[in-house]
């Protein structure tokens, strides 16, 4: 038996390849094939748009996959949702599609697009966004360079973003926030019913999760003497619980933990002056809470 698994093909493809590896898989991509190879027999991949992912999952073409919230909700889909996996193309974090418009175009929310023109990959969401707010405009699919339609071609867009870089260098403004999403593993309802699909399913989450825990962080072993352990310890980040061992010499100690990569420079230094012997940083793929 396999697990029929698709794989965000476009922008997210990388981030999921590098995170897969980081989880202990091994993905090759042939350019000229949608059928990546995986060193896992008991998984068969598929490269698929993320925009499409929630349907072939529903359909049952895939038993599971990688997509947006943004393309569940897009698509009305109606699958499992099994995880978030909060990741993105640039960042561990979360994106946002937001309205936004000319720099200096007089409208301040929502409220002031009735019977405009909005341009956006994300219709339906967006058209429900409006009907909440009590709107009517017109939303049109945008085919891609969504950021260059307004003025001309478009009163405003819903684009999606995670540093609002992009829009800031086409000269558009941020108006409001329509919809925060992450990546989600999802899986078809009748695979989720299957002992054995969803015993696989779960496993791949575990490693997933556990290398987006691990990122940022770092493990940090030193020795010293036992006289010395409060010092050290207090210069360790709050809310820590280092492993603390014995060594062969009774009056020293082993002392392991995980901490924030960026603060290592930081606190190397101060454990030093705290007496602590023999430090070694070493980097982590995965922390499996």
Request: include cysteine.
């Amino acid at each position: 038996m396999k697990l029929k698994l698709g794989l965000p093909k476009g922008s997210l493809q990388e981030a999921t390849l590098e995170l897969f590896r980081r989880a202990g898989y091994e993905i090759t991509v042939n350019p000229r094939s949608y059928f990546p190879v995986i060193d896992d027999d008991e998984i068969e991949c598929m490269l698929i748009r993320a925009q499409e992912m929630a349907r072939y999952v529903e359909d049952g073409i895939l038993d599971a996959g990688l997509t947006g919230k943004d393309w569940i909700l897009e698509n009305d889909a109606s699958v499992v949702e099994v995880a978030d996996l909060v990741y993105a193309k640039q960042t561990f974090g979360k994106v946002r599609w937001v309205l936004a418009v000319p720099e200096k175009s007089p409208f301040q929310s929502v409220k002031d697009l009735g019977g405009k023109i909005i341009a956006t990959e994300l219709v339906n969401v967006t058209e429900r966004y409006l009907a909440e707010n009590g709107v009517k405009a017109r939303v049109e699919f945008s085919w891609g360079a969504t950021e260059v339609k307004p003025p001309v071609l478009a009163d405003a867009i819903v684009e999606v973003t995670e540093t609002g870089s992009s829009l800031r260098a086409n000269g558009l403004r941020i108006v409001e926030t329509v919809l925060e999403s992450n990546t989600k593993l999802i899986a078809n309802h009748a695979a989720w019913a299957d002992a054995w699909k969803r015993d696989k399913v779960e496993r791949v989450v575990m490693l997933l999760k556990g290398a987006i825990e691990a990122s940022g962080k770092v493990g940090l072993m030193l020795n010293v003497r036992r006289v010395d352990l409060e010092g050290v310890l207090a210069v360790l980040p709050a809310l820590k619980r280092p492993t603390i061992s014995n060594l062969s010499d009774p009056e020293w100690l082993a002392v392991n933990t995980i901490i924030e990569e960026k603060t290592v420079r930081e606190i190397i230094p101060r454990l030093k002056a705290a007496n602590a012997q023999g430090i070694v940083e070493y980097p982590l793929n995965k922390i499996v809470i």
